[in-house]
């Protein structure tokens, strides 16, 4: 993104051209009018808008292209993919070591999609900041900041140059949870956090024990939300409506934040991928690395097995010949129950998608203009608004009155040849457990069961590792990332009985 302007009457002049000439000129209706100061502010919002690809987005949402008449849908061959759950032992265990070989090289870089408030969990901080009740009150960020140091100290143990395992970390926030984040990550109390979850945090170590010079909080951008015809709504007189631009905009964002700049820096030569509300998400997951990697692929993507036929999951698969996601909805009743005749009982789509991607860094970094040729999608919202005509805000919007354009991470998958993409199916107990919604009775994806998903996994690798649970929790036993990443270093509890709630 080029340097902001100086905000000058030349300046002021030239943005308002481009706008008109745009058709989008309007938005300057009220600038006559504003303060000095909020003419300023108006001119910093708006110079970060291009009117242009506006214009090209709503041009793209309206008229999409078309699908061909005869889509041929069918799973990605094997060639592009493997299972957790049936590879060689040896296959995994030469993809986990040429993982760690590589986060000991310090070429393995960890992306987390962290733009969503807790909203839907009652809260309005960050979802990452999100208690979930652990004995240890560590939060999502918490929890996978840990996950990162015991990954790195995994990978110092073989690295020839120690120094050099160190997995930096990009966090991907929004305008609503960037300020927010910052300051968690600093311990600096939050006003949408409950004393006691402040005093939790304030207990812990600023960034969770990462060195800050090695986490980015970065911020996804946004787009102007839309009338019916197109037209860029305002907020306020000197105010643009926007909304957050979709998980999408990460390839974006990473050219316009220096992300890419200081990944090249680094040396960075591998990507991972994943979103905040996942507990169990295994940062910088070495087994994946080196699967991707082995390949030579420019994107892959871990799965997991979906439940049933009617479980409302994206699937990842091969559509008209190039990987794809295809959602739920457009699948037909027959396609969706279809067995897979090479594994009778199993279903023939079944590989779920969970977000969680690996990257090379040259695919990302070699995107260029194509960030902004995803395609947007349409939703149609609320939106409270200025009425450029009368000068009046409209706050009591009862029905929708505006489109919101949203772009998604996987859109980019189609890009690709086969032979460039894989998919990596894992065990969903061990590795996805994601925070959607609020406890209630009968309530899945919640506070409750990411907590029991947790203590559930904990208990199973202590006993796999020879030891015997007994601490009177039902759910089971937390044990820290710092103590295992997955499972391992759990020797030392062999025929040993465990009384505490966590290790």
């Avoid at 308002?16 to 001119?43: I, N, P, R, W």
């Avoid at 997951?285 to 479980?311: L, Y």
């Avoid at 690996?358 to 609320?382: C, E, Q, R, W």
Wanted: aromatic share 8%; charged share 25%; proline share 6%.
């Amino acid at each position: 993104m080029a340097p902001p302007e100086q905000f000058t009457a030349a300046n002021v002049a030239a943005l308002k051209a481009k706008f008109e000439s745009a058709k989008q000129g309007h938005v300057f209706t009220f600038y006559d009018s504003l303060t000095d100061s909020e003419k300023e502010a108006f001119f910093n919002q708006l110079q970060k808008i291009d009117p242009a690809r506006v214009n090209k987005l709503w041009e793209h949402a309206q008229n999409p292209p078309k699908e061909p008449e005869n889509t041929v849908v069918e799973p990605l061959p094997e060639s592009a993919t493997a299972s957790i759950l049936d590879s060689k032992p040896e296959d995994l265990e030469r993809w986990y070591n040429l993982g760690l070989d590589l986060i000991g090289k310090g070429e393995v870089a960890v992306i987390l999609l962290a733009g969503g408030q807790g909203t839907r969990l009652g809260s309005k901080a960050p979802k990452g900041a999100f208690n979930i009740q652990l004995s240890s009150k560590k939060t999502l960020f918490h929890i996978q900041a840990e996950r990162i140091l015991k990954i790195q100290e995994l990978a110092a143990e073989k690295a020839q140059d120690k120094s050099k395992a160190v997995v930096p970390w990009y966090v991907m926030t929004s305008g609503p949870t960037r300020g927010p984040t910052e300051k968690f990550f600093k311990k600096e109390r939050l006003a949408e956090l409950s004393d006691e979850d402040n005093d939790a945090r304030a207990q812990g170590k600023p960034y969770f024990g990462l060195d800050e010079k090695n986490v980015t909080i970065f911020e996804q951008g946004v787009l102007p939300c839309y009338d019916f015809n197109g037209k860029i709504m305002l907020a306020g007189k000197g105010e643009v409506a926007v909304a957050p631009d979709g998980n999408g905009g990460i390839y974006k964002a990473l050219q316009d934040e220096g992300v890419l700049d200081d990944m090249r820096r680094r040396g960075i030569r591998h990507v991972h991928a994943y979103c905040v509300d996942n507990c169990l998400a295994k940062v910088a997951d070495p087994v994946f690395v080196g699967f991707a990697a082995d390949k030579g692929v420019q994107i892959a993507t871990k799965v997991v097995r979906k439940r049933n036929a009617t479980e409302s999951v994206g699937l990842i698969l091969s559509k008209n010949g190039r990987p794809d996601v295809v959602e739920y909805s457009e699948i037909d009743a027959a396609t969706a129950e279809a067995q897979d005749p090479k594994q009778p009982g199993l279903l023939k789509f079944r590989a779920a998608n969970i977000v969680n991607h690996y990257y090379s860094f040259a695919y990302l970094d070699g995107m260029g203009d194509k960030v902004n040729a995803l395609p947007p999608h349409i939703a149609k919202k609320k939106i409270p608004y200025l009425d450029v005509a009368t000068g009046e805000a409209v706050t009591g919007v009862t029905k929708p009155n505006g489109i919101k354009l949203e772009q998604f991470v996987f859109d980019n998958f189609k890009w690709l040849d086969l032979a460039e993409f894989a998919c990596f199916e894992v065990r969903r107990e061990e590795e996805f457990s994601p925070l959607k919604n609020a406890d209630a009775p009968g309530a899945e994806d919640c506070p409750t069961t990411s907590r029991q998903h947790i203590k559930a996994q904990g208990k199973r690798w202590v006993e796999a590792a020879g030891a015997t649970v007994k601490n009177g929790d039902a759910e089971g036993l937390e044990v820290s990332p710092l103590t295992s990443y997955g499972g391992e270093g759990l020797d030392s509890w062999k025929d040993k009985e465990i009384t505490v709630s966590s290790i």
